[in-house]
């Protein structure tokens, strides 16, 4: 696609990022997108008639002078039907009562010579496309384009995926090219991105971070020199001392609530691109090396995003944040829980975060569960173009009590998505162990979910099942004390939790056939789990896919593979000394895989269609290098 003219000067497009759409039902509608002004809209759907987005349909929420979130809501009377296109326009009344539509303002948007996008409710979910972490200055293609290419390619309804669902990372607010941020810098003063004071760091406002010299590269020197505060000030943005803000590239790190903001803005739409002309700051010789090096990476990533926004307009997608989202390790122990909430400048900053991840992304999943967390937004204020302090903090100590970003779709199979950052089942003996990624309470909610289901599909953000010797080396390094050192999140950390989960999976009245997908680790695998001496099941299915762009280090993970083989082979005794003793699992060995490699290592999207019994019946890597896609074939059991 070639890129959109850049125009700094003339005045802004009334629509800067989308339409996404997100949870689809066919009785209910939920889109997204961010306007530079509030926008009167009508929502027209091929079905028939125009609708209205009065201000019971859709909320405006101002985040700068010209830019307002647009949460879109729509409850249908008559169901839509199912396994058909139906196409949608928004149209956009102006002053003068003329209207556009989006093959006006967005052709972008369109595939072929279509004049309005569409999208297709599926009666089941027989098909879908799932991955995580895309880290925009990571050298491997973009993944999301596969999907795209997917969706040019399926012109019949009934073969299109039933959805897109991203497991985590869809921001990176902890590790940000100097070009990104670079880029932020400028949006934010296009679009007057409101701006905010800021208690405990070095410079007072959003203002003086922005223009110190200290803001690209060189983050952590902004941070409190108190003597007291040496402690936080090596964890804050600290490298492999970790353990707060533990990014080993943390040195660009999010800060403020408008930051966070416009890179949502600048990954998910082309527009805002062409708004600005960003300029490299002054740097060092290493610096500005590193800077060329980005920029290229981010020029490449641009070229993309015209496909990435066409994806999000033709394709229901739901989301689930990781820590990336926020920042590297959130919540990991309860020592970092401590040390990170208990400073006014580190709580701000995840708080920031957490704001923009619900008005970008937890919001679309249940917006029946946001109603008054949304409404506490217009308390904000902005007065002369910064957010009301106290507000913000208070808004920010609700969504750290907030307890229901995870969510269910009434689906079949069901999906079930869950929050493994926010309700974590903290160590009661040493505060520095790895916190279980679901506490009691929560693990008993899901179980409720789960009874009397003969399927279901769970998203874990992480890996239920995970590669056995990366979680032995984790575990020796929490033995030691140096949890966050090797990232130690994976379910079998805590005791407690690996416990509780696995006799989920052996409850008598809980699903018949688990899918769990997954992503976090950088790579991409399948493993078929059977309990030892039960011939009756459960099935169980563990599927990662990994990362959407963004790639584990090759050599190493060759080597992690090759150890895993030969260390936990189906016949090794170590397995008994694991917590999955009573379970076996079953690799699946990649197609065209090497030296019978059980973990695939590319940058792309996973695929998984299943049959009338939820079960997976062909599992696909979409590979984003331009590779053929991998399918994931199971071998017997040795």
């Given amino acids: 696609m070639p890129a959109l003219p850049l125009d700094t000067q003339s005045p802004l497009p009334a629509v800067l990022v989308g339409p996404l759409l997100r949870r689809l039902e066919p009785t209910r509608l939920v889109l997204w997108l961010v306007g530079s002004r509030a926008l009167t809209l009508t929502l027209r759907l091929s079905t028939g008639g125009d609708i209205a987005l009065d201000a019971s349909r859709c909320q405006v929420i101002p985040v700068g002078s010209q830019a307002f979130i647009h949460l879109i809501d729509v409850n249908l009377d008559a169901a839509l039907p199912c396994d058909v296109a139906i196409e949608y326009d928004l ?3 102006q002053a003068d009562g003329t209207s556009s539509g ?3 303002w967005a052709p972008h948007l369109m595939y072929g010579d279509a004049q309005q996008p569409n999208f297709v409710l599926r009666s089941r979910i027989d098909q879908l496309l799932h991955g995580s972490c895309r880290k ?3 050298h491997a293609p973009d993944g999301l384009l596969c999907v795209d290419q ?3 390619t399926t012109p019949v309804a009934e073969q299109r995926p ?6 985590g990372d869809q ?4 590790d940000v090219a100097g070009p990104m941020l670079r880029a932020i810098h400028a949006l934010i003063e296009r679009l007057g991105l409101f701006g905010e004071h800021l208690d405990g760091a070095v410079v007072n406002d959003s203002a003086a971070l922005y223009g110190h010299p200290a803001s690209y590269y060189h983050r952590a020197d902004l941070l409190p020199a108190l003597s007291s505060n040496e402690t936080l000030r090596e964890r804050f943005f600290g490298g492999a001392r970790k353990p707060i803000f533990t990014s080993s590239s943390a040195d660009n790190h999010l800060v403020t609530f408008a930051e966070v903001m416009a890179m949502y803005l600048l990954v998910w739409s082309p527009t805002p691109w062409t708004l600005i002309a960003p300029q490299p700051p002054a740097l060092t010789a290493p610096r500005k090396e590193l800077y060329e090096l980005e920029q290229v990476r981010i020029d490449a990533f641009k070229e993309g995003l015209g496909g990435v926004a066409r994806v999000f307009a033709h394709l229901p997608c739901l989301m689930i944040f990781d820590d990336h989202d926020i920042t590297d390790d959130w919540n990991l122990s309860a020592q970092w ?4 909430y208990g400073h006014p400048f580190s709580k701000r900053i995840i708080g920031n975060a957490l704001i923009a991840y619900m008005l970008c992304q937890g919001w679309g999943n249940n917006p029946d569960a946001f109603t008054a967390l949304v409404d506490k937004t217009h308390a904000l204020n902005a007065r002369d173009g910064y957010l009301d302090s106290a507000a913000q903090d208070a808004l920010i100590s609700d969504l750290l009590r907030f307890q229901q970003w995870h969510y269910v779709l009434p689906t079949t199979p069901a999906l079930v998505v869950l929050d493994t950052r926010t309700r974590r089942w903290r160590s009661e003996f040493n505060l520095k162990q790895p916190s279980g990624l679901l506490d009691w309470e929560a693990l008993s909610e899901l179980q409720q979910e789960l009874l009397d289901h003969p399927s279901a599909i769970i998203v874990s953000p992480a890996p239920v099942f995970g590669v056995k010797l990366i979680e032995t080396v984790q575990k020796v390094f929490s033995w030691c004390g140096y949890p966050l050192l090797v990232d130690a999140e994976n379910w079998m950390a805590h005791r407690g939790a690996a416990q509780v989960i696995l006799n989920i999976f052996r409850h008598s009245r809980t699903p018949g056939n688990y899918v769990i997908l997954s992503g976090d680790v950088h790579y991409s695998f399948v493993y078929e789990v059977l309990i030892r001496h039960r011939t009756a099941g459960p099935r169980i299915w563990q ?8 790639e584990f280090p090759p050599s190493l993970l060759e080597w992690f593979d090759r150890l895993n083989r030969w260390l936990y082979s189906p016949r090794s005794p170590l397995n008994w000394f694991t917590r999955r003793r009573r379970m076996q699992v079953v690799p699946h060995v990649p197609e065209h895989a090497q030296a019978g490699e059980r973990l695939w290592n590319s940058a792309g999207i996973g695929q998984v269609f299943f049959n009338e019994q939820g079960q997976p019946q062909a599992i696909y890597q979409h590979n984003a290098n331009g590779s053929p896609k991998t399918r994931m074939v199971a071998p017997s059991p040795d």
Avoid at 171 to 174: F, P
Avoid at 543 to 550: A, E, F, L, Q, V
Wanted: zero cysteines; charged letters at 15%; a negative charge.
């Fill in 91 to 93: 149209l956009i009344t």
């Fill in 102 to 104: 989006i093959a006006e």
């Fill in 136 to 138: 925009p200055h990571h």
């Fill in 150 to 152: 997917l969706l040019a």
């Fill in 162 to 167: 039933a959805l897109l669902m991203m497991s």
């Fill in 171 to 174: 921001v990176y607010a902890d």
């Fill in 337 to 340: 829980e401590e040390t990170a």
């Fill in 543 to 550: 599927i990662t896919s990994s990362g959407i762009k963004n």
